[in-house]
């Protein structure tokens, strides 16, 4: 068994060694939180023997929680079970599967995603004889979550004599709503919604089931906190009141996700929110603060760029990221008054690196709308330039596309015409439906204008 506290820094060993109460960890952006993360869920099962059957690790994404699993096990080996690191959905999806009967509702329910959503939106419109087109589709899954947000929905749900014919409305949202809601009753089937205010709802109905959970979770652990709803705090702050074991993990400077109703003020008011009086348990709780502000991935020069722009923002939690490299260059900025002058400023700058000796390779381009890189890509066109692999969504028909140039060794989703040529064969004899090798026209500074289309 590794040292696990070995390589880490004061904070982080800090973090790790802060087993015990309410913990608050504002970690930011690249000051090793994850690895802050999953060394204390190891330090727990290693050093206090604690089984990870009652340590729970809330992520934000499936991928997170992959990756957490796969660092745990190479401390611990393969030997123990780590499904409870999860998702809250997961979590709640696990819960449900064992105690969901008490609702009516076999443990083999389906969970819905979001095709499964429009299957069922599209019977409805096809009943009241509606077109459904991709906005109103978007529409309705909102309106679906307004009213999902009251739970009230649950009692009547989960209630065998219920009469669904009571369900009416003249207006029409409304009606498509009860009628959606009608339909996954009939299949069994809950959505993303569903997972938590069921969930939510059990342990509210069903107190011997809370206290049964509560007593299994000596230990709940949360990443992304800044991320989280007032409605999850909720969830996770009764699941902790037997143990009283709670660390959450985040930075009020990097919540983005304000739009799907995350509240950045748990995390930075976390004391207070531990003691709302929404909670039936007031206990007077108080909360110990890590802060990690090493930042192991920026060069100081960004660092101070950050430093300075976050340091306007009005509701956060004071702290400013030190940096554990040295050197780089002076950030330059430039206020474009349109888009083609900020296009025509970075593709004379990236020419001119190649000029001076460096690889188109050494610049990536970062944009922040997802429609801009159609732009750029024209403007690196007419300069002849190799136009850069860009990842997101196609505009044409929202599925993922990735737009490249061919004699960048990466793979098209779609066919490639090069305008030198006219054909789907660029300068450098490669066809540009296949991934291929850097070939001479890459060693040119003009490269290969290919588009995709």
Same mark, same amino acid.
């Given at each position: 068994m590794p040292d696990l506290l070995a390589n880490l820094n004061p904070s982080q060993v800090q973090a790790v060694t802060a087993t015990e109460g309410y913990v608050r960890?504002?970690?930011?952006?690249?000051?090793?939180?994850?690895?802050?993360?999953?060394h204390r869920y190891a330090y727990l099962v290693n050093e206090y023997g604690i089984s990870p059957s009652n340590i729970l690790c809330i992520t934000f994404t499936n991928k997170a929680a992959n990756e957490m699993k796969k660092r745990i096990k190479s401390m611990l080996g393969d030997c123990f079970d780590t499904s409870f690191v999860a998702t809250l959905h997961a979590f709640c999806t696990r819960v449900l599967r064992e105690e969901i009967s008490k609702l009516f509702y076999p443990e083999n329910f389906i969970v819905l995603d979001n095709v499964d959503q429009k299957k069922i939106?599209?019977?409805?419109?096809?009943?009241?004889?509606?077109?459904?087109? @991709?906005?109103?589709?978007?529409?309705?899954?909102?309106?679906? +979550? $307004?009213? #999902?947000?009251?739970?009230? *929905?649950?009692?009547?749900?989960?209630?065998?004599?219920?009469?669904?014919?009571?369900? @009416?409305?003249?207006?029409?949202?409304?009606?498509?709503?009860? +009628? $959606?809601? #009608?339909?996954?009753?009939? *299949?069994?089937?809950?959505?993303?919604?569903?997972?938590?205010?069921?969930?939510?709802y059990l342990f509210r109905t069903f107190p011997e089931v809370l206290e049964k959970w509560q007593a299994r979770l000596c230990y709940i652990m949360v990443d992304e906190f800044q991320d989280i709803t007032a409605k999850e705090f909720k969830l996770i702050r009764r699941l902790s009141e037997t143990n009283r074991n709670l660390f959450v993990v985040g930075d009020p400077d990097q919540n983005i996700y304000e739009w799907r109703g995350a509240n950045m003020d748990v995390i930075v008011n976390f004391e207070s929110w531990l003691n709302?009086?929404?909670?039936?348990?007031?206990?007077?709780?108080?909360?110990?603060?890590?802060?990690?502000?090493?930042?192991?991935?920026?060069?100081?020069?960004?660092?101070?760029?950050?430093?300075?722009?976050?340091?306007?923002?009005?509701?956060?939690?004071?702290?400013?990221?030190?940096?554990?490299?040295?050197?780089?260059?002076?950030?330059?900025?430039?206020?474009?008054?349109?888009?083609?002058?900020?296009?025509?400023?970075?593709?004379?700058?990236?020419?001119?690196?190649?000029?001076?000796?460096?690889?188109?390779?050494?610049?990536?381009?970062?944009?922040?709308?997802?429609?801009?890189?159609?732009?750029?890509?024209?403007?690196?066109?007419?300069?002849?330039?190799?136009?850069?692999?860009?990842?997101?969504?196609?505009s044409t028909n929202g599925r993922k596309s990735r737009m490249c140039c061919p004699t960048c060794a990466l793979r098209t989703t779609r066919r490639t015409i090069c305008p030198s040529s006219g054909s789907s064969t660029c300068p450098g004899g490669k066809s540009a439906r296949s991934s291929c090798r850097p070939s001479p026209c890459m060693r040119r500074i003009t490269g290969c204008p290919c588009t995709t289309v």
């Open positions: 960890v504002i970690a930011g952006a690249g000051t090793g939180k994850t690895r802050a993360l999953t939106l599209e019977e409805v419109y096809d009943e009241m004889g509606i077109k459904m087109d @991709t906005a109103s589709f978007k529409f309705m899954i909102d309106q679906i +979550r $307004y009213y #999902k947000n009251l739970i009230t *929905y649950v009692s009547y749900l989960s209630d065998p004599d219920f009469d669904y014919d009571t369900l @009416t409305s003249e207006k029409p949202s409304d009606e498509i709503i009860f +009628r $959606y809601i #009608k339909k996954q009753r009939k *299949y069994f089937g809950l959505d993303f919604f569903d997972l938590i205010n069921f969930t939510i709302n009086p929404c909670f039936e348990n007031q206990y007077g709780l108080a909360a110990s603060d890590v802060i990690l502000a090493e930042n192991y991935r920026s060069l100081p020069p960004i660092l101070d760029a950050a430093n300075s722009l976050i340091a306007k923002n009005m509701n956060r939690v004071e702290k400013a990221l030190v940096p554990h490299r040295s050197g780089g260059e002076k950030v330059t900025y430039l206020h474009a008054k349109n888009d083609k002058e900020e296009i025509t400023y970075i593709t004379e700058q990236i020419k001119a690196h190649v000029i001076g000796g460096g690889k188109y390779s050494d610049l990536p381009c970062c944009t922040g709308q997802i429609l801009s890189p159609v732009l750029w890509n024209r403007a690196f066109w007419k300069r002849t330039s190799p136009i850069p692999s860009t990842a997101g969504w196609d």
